[in-house]
């Protein structure tokens, strides 16, 4: 753990926030930023948008539904955890429910928050939340988004551990929660 001492950076203070510009999952904003410790400010850029799940769903013979899309970032295929954007009013575990049941149509009878963590705090001002939800089974049809294109796959543990040194699953956020996960 983090020891708190007189060497520490200082805090910063926002002197002002301008929204620059807004698109549908994300605002783009440039903050007015000060130093406490030498009163140094400038100007800097952060991205706003929605908390973020990912769910690890594990099944009752300790399985690990996954899924594959194309991302359009990278323009690969990716094989992630589910997951995706929270909605507005929509709480941590129902968002994770939801994007779990959209994306495989797996539904689980237990789940809790395991991890809290941010995705990129040097330019990102949201929070990823991790679920694990257990005993999962395949109960409905997926209900994708209009530009999602998806298929599910089941992994072990050690399969999924292998997919993480081997690079199959290169996508860091998949990787930071399946990391949270494995050390439970």
Not at 1 to 22: I, R, V
Not at 68 to 83: C, D, M, N, V, W
Not at 111 to 129: E, F, H
């Amino acid at each position: 753990m983090l020891e708190t001492n007189e060497n520490q950076p200082a805090l910063w203070e926002q002197l002002s926030k301008e929204t620059l510009a807004e698109y549908e999952i994300f605002s783009v904003a440039r903050c007015k930023l000060k130093n406490l410790s030498n009163n140094k400010s400038g100007d800097f850029y952060i991205i706003d948008c929605n908390n973020w799940v990912q769910v690890v769903a594990e099944t009752s013979t300790n399985q690990i539904v996954m899924v594959y899309q194309y991302r359009f970032g990278s323009h690969k295929l990716s094989l992630e955890l589910p997951g995706g954007i929270m909605e507005q009013g929509e709480n941590v575990i129902e968002a994770a429910q939801r994007e779990l049941e959209e994306e495989t149509g797996f539904c689980g009878d237990s789940a809790k928050i395991i991890a809290t963590l941010y995705p990129n705090p040097a330019i990102q001002t949201n929070v990823l939340s991790v679920v694990l939800i257990k005993n999962c089974t395949k109960k409905k049809d997926t209900h994708f988004d209009e530009f999602e294109d998806l298929t599910t796959s089941l992994m072990t543990k050690q399969n999924l551990m292998r997919a993480v040194a081997t690079g199959e699953i290169s996508h860091c956020i998949t990787i930071a929660s399946i990391a949270k996960y494995i050390l439970l």
